[in-house]
């Protein structure tokens, strides 16, 4: 039931001061449905500080499912400050970190024009023969890297190896 609250307060009408204290409470529960629901919540493209500040907490969440959700949240957000894109490569050394969100910080950063993409390409590893080649569809995070490539390096031709 705790799990549904978040949800209950988006829907709702401008939430109150009690709920919003309520809200941010949730990261905190024990139980890891609660806090990935909240991750939910409190992603967008735009994020209050607040909600950053929440899912940079609830990255490192010892739940594999809450923090990757948060760190997904994170990287889809419009918020490129040093904060965000510091605990993104952060993961990327994390030995336990699977490879589909190293590809989503990979797409963070690209998507930010960070220094760091290049690197970060070396934590992804060699992805499985025709992965991202869907038909009539590429993998978003592959083609953010290749025009990053393309937006840094323009004089080089790129195709992220796969």
């Known amino acids: 039931m705790r799990s549904q609250v978040p949800d209950l307060i988006r829907q709702?009408?401008?939430?109150?001061?009690?709920?919003?204290?309520?809200?941010?409470?949730?990261?905190?529960?024990?139980?890891?449905?609660?806090r990935n629901s909240v991750v939910g919540t409190m992603g967008g493209r735009s994020l209050t500080t607040e909600f950053r500040d929440a899912l940079l907490t609830l990255i490192r969440n010892t739940d594999f499912q809450v923090g990757?959700?948060?760190a997904i949240s994170l990287g889809n957000s419009d918020d490129g400050t040093a904060a965000v894109t510091d605990a993104l490569v952060v993961l990327l050394d994390d030995q336990d970190q699977d490879q589909l969100l190293r590809l989503e910080i990979i797409y963070a950063l690209a998507h930010r024009d960070d220094s760091?993409?290049?690197?970060?390409?070396?934590?992804?590893?060699?992805?499985?023969?025709?992965?991202?080649?869907?038909p009539q569809q590429e993998d978003h995070r592959i083609?953010?890297?290749?025009?990053?490539?393309?937006?840094?390096?323009?004089?080089?031709?790129h195709s992220p190896s796969t």
């Not at 709702?12 to 919003?20: D, H, K, R």
């Not at 083609?143 to 031709?157: D, H, V």
């Open 116 to 134: 760091r993409t290049e690197d970060a390409w070396e934590h992804v590893g060699e992805l499985p023969p025709d992965f991202g080649e869907m």
């Open 143 to 157: 083609l953010a890297y290749g025009k990053y490539l393309s937006r840094n390096r323009p004089t080089e031709p």
């Open 68 to 70: 990757a959700r948060a």
């Open 12 to 34: 709702g009408p401008t939430p109150t001061e009690v709920a919003t204290q309520t809200l941010f409470a949730l990261p905190r529960d024990p139980d890891p449905e609660v």
